[in-house]
C-alpha cells in the first residue's frame, strides 16, 4: 500500500519551503532602457534634483507676485516686459519689480521671478507692456528646484519591480545603467510514458506535452528565464539522471507529472536523491492539485507538479512563481489583478480544502457575473475559456449562486 501524504494547507505549505531556502540573488548590471520589469538589487539614489532648475507649467509671463496682488480686470497690474526666457536656454534677463519676462511651458524661469501669469489672463497694451488682470501667489505655476526629486533622495530599494514610469524616472536623472537581479533560471522536465513533444502526432494513448510550456510561461511572467529539458518516461534512473542534469544548470527545477501517491510514483524518490534535505511537503490541501511535492535539495527549491495541465499551472501559481520572485529578491511578489463579481451558478466544496474554480466574466445589466467553467483537470480548455480563478476557501462547503466573490484574473 502507498504511504499516505502528510497534507499541509497551502498558507503552510510555502513558508515551509521558503525557511529551507538560503537565497543568494545573483546580479547583473544592464541598460536602464531593457530593465521593464527587472528587479533591483541594489538601491539607486537621486545623483541631482529634478528639476534641476525652476520651469514654468504655463504659457505666460514670469513676474514679481506681489506685483499683481489687488489687480482686477477693471483695475490691472501694469507691467513693463524685459524680454523673455527662450526653451532650452538660460534666460539673459533678470525680472525686477513692475517688470516681467514672457515665458513658455517648461521654460527657466528668470531670476527675480516667483510666479506665472497665464497668458490667457493679460492683455498686451504696446510691446513693451502688459495688463495683468488676475493676482497671482508667489510659486503659482511654478515647478521648483528639487519639487520632483530632491539629490540625495532615495528612489528605490533592492527588490523593486521596475516599471515603465519607473525607468523614465531614472532617465530624467541620468541613471542609463541599473542593477538588478539576475533572471533565475528554472528546469523544467516533463515525465510520462504517455507524453509526446507538441510538435509529434499523438499515437493511441499518448499526448503532446502541454506542461513544459504553460509552467515555463508562468516562470518567464515572473522574470525567471525557463530551461526546457525535454520529456523523460516513467523510469527512475532516466529520471534522475534528467532532474540532476536540469537542477545542476538552474537555480530551481520542476518536474511535472509523477506526483501522484502510486506504485509509479517516482518523483518524490528523485527529490530525496538530488541533494539535502529532500521533499518538504508531499500533499497539499487544493484542488485540483492536491498530490504536489516542495522540496530543496542543497539550497535549490525543486517542485513536483501533478501531470493534470489544470492541476499543474494551479500549483504552479501557488508555489513556482512566490519562488521565482524570492530567488530575486522579492519578499511580497505582484498579485495578479483581481474583480469582484456575482457568481452565476452554486459551487459544491469540501472543508478543509481550497478549491480553484475556473471562470468566465460576462456583464448582465450593468452588473459582473461569472460562471463557473467546469471540466476535469486534464482538460486545459477549462483555463483557456476562463478569465480567471475563483478560490473557494478551505472552511467552506461551497459557494451559491448569486454570491459575491473575488476573482483572481489571468
Not at 175 to 194: K, N
Not at 367 to 389: H, R
Request: include cysteine; glycine fraction near 10%.
Amino acid at each position: 500500500m502507498p504511504e499516505m501524504m502528510q497534507v499541509l494547507t497551502p498558507a503552510d505549505a510555502l513558508p515551509v519551503l521558503l525557511d529551507h531556502l538560503s537565497v543568494r540573488v545573483r546580479t547583473e548590471a544592464i541598460s536602464t532602457a531593457d530593465a521593464l520589469d527587472r528587479v533591483l538589487a541594489e538601491s539607486q539614489v537621486a545623483p541631482s534634483s529634478l528639476p534641476a532648475f525652476p520651469r514654468s507649467t504655463m504659457d505666460g509671463y514670469a513676474v514679481y507676485a506681489a506685483d499683481t496682488f489687488g489687480a482686477t480686470e477693471s483695475l490691472p497690474a501694469y507691467l513693463s516686459l524685459v524680454g523673455e526666457s527662450p526653451m532650452g536656454r538660460a534666460p539673459q534677463v533678470t525680472v525686477g519689480p513692475a517688470q516681467a519676462a514672457v515665458v513658455y511651458t517648461g521654460g527657466m524661469i528668470p531670476p527675480g521671478a516667483d510666479a506665472v501669469v497665464m497668458i490667457e489672463r493679460t492683455q498686451k497694451l504696446d510691446a513693451g507692456n502688459i495688463e495683468v488682470l488676475r493676482p497671482v501667489a508667489p510659486g503659482e505655476n511654478i515647478i521648483n528646484v528639487g519639487e520632483d526629486v530632491k539629490a540625495g533622495e532615495t528612489l528605490f530599494a533592492p527588490g523593486h519591480i521596475l516599471r515603465p514610469q519607473d525607468l523614465g524616472g531614472l532617465m530624467a536623472l541620468g541613471l542609463t545603467r541599473v542593477t538588478v537581479a539576475s533572471r533565475p533560471r528554472v528546469a523544467i522536465v516533463s515525465t510520462g510514458d504517455e507524453v509526446v513533444s507538441p510538435e509529434a502526432e499523438p499515437a493511441p494513448g499518448q499526448v503532446r506535452d502541454v506542461n513544459t510550456c504553460t509552467v515555463a510561461g508562468l516562470v518567464a511572467r515572473s522574470g525567471g528565464l525557463p530551461l526546457p529539458q525535454g520529456i523523460v518516461g516513467d523510469d527512475f534512473d532516466e529520471l534522475l539522471s534528467a532532474a540532476r542534469t536540469g537542477l545542476n544548470a538552474a537555480d530551481a527545477l520542476v518536474i511535472s507529472a509523477g506526483s501522484s501517491v502510486s506504485a509509479r510514483d517516482l518523483t518524490a524518490d528523485v527529490v530525496n536523491r538530488l541533494g539535502q534535505p529532500g521533499v518538504l511537503v508531499h500533499g497539499v490541501s487544493v484542488k485540483p492539485g492536491k498530490p504536489t511535492i516542495l522540496g530543496v535539495c542543497d539550497g535549490k527549491p525543486v517542485f513536483g507538479l501533478p501531470g493534470n495541465p489544470v492541476s499543474a499551472m494551479v500549483v504552479a501559481e501557488l508555489f513556482v512563481v512566490p519562488v521565482v520572485w524570492r530567488l530575486q529578491g522579492v519578499v511580497s511578489p505582484p498579485e495578479r489583478r483581481r474583480v469582484t463579481a456575482r457568481l452565476a451558478h452554486n459551487i459544491a466544496s469540501v472543508p478543509g480544502r481550497e478549491d480553484y474554480v475556473s471562470v468566465k466574466l460576462a456583464e448582465r445589466e450593468g452588473q459582473l457575473w461569472a460562471a463557473p467553467v467546469f471540466g476535469k483537470s486534464n482538460l486545459i480548455y477549462t483555463l483557456v475559456k476562463a478569465d480567471g480563478l475563483l478560490r473557494v476557501p478551505l472552511d467552506l462547503n461551497g459557494l451559491h449562486e448569486g454570491e459575491l466573490v473575488e476573482v483572481q484574473l489571468f
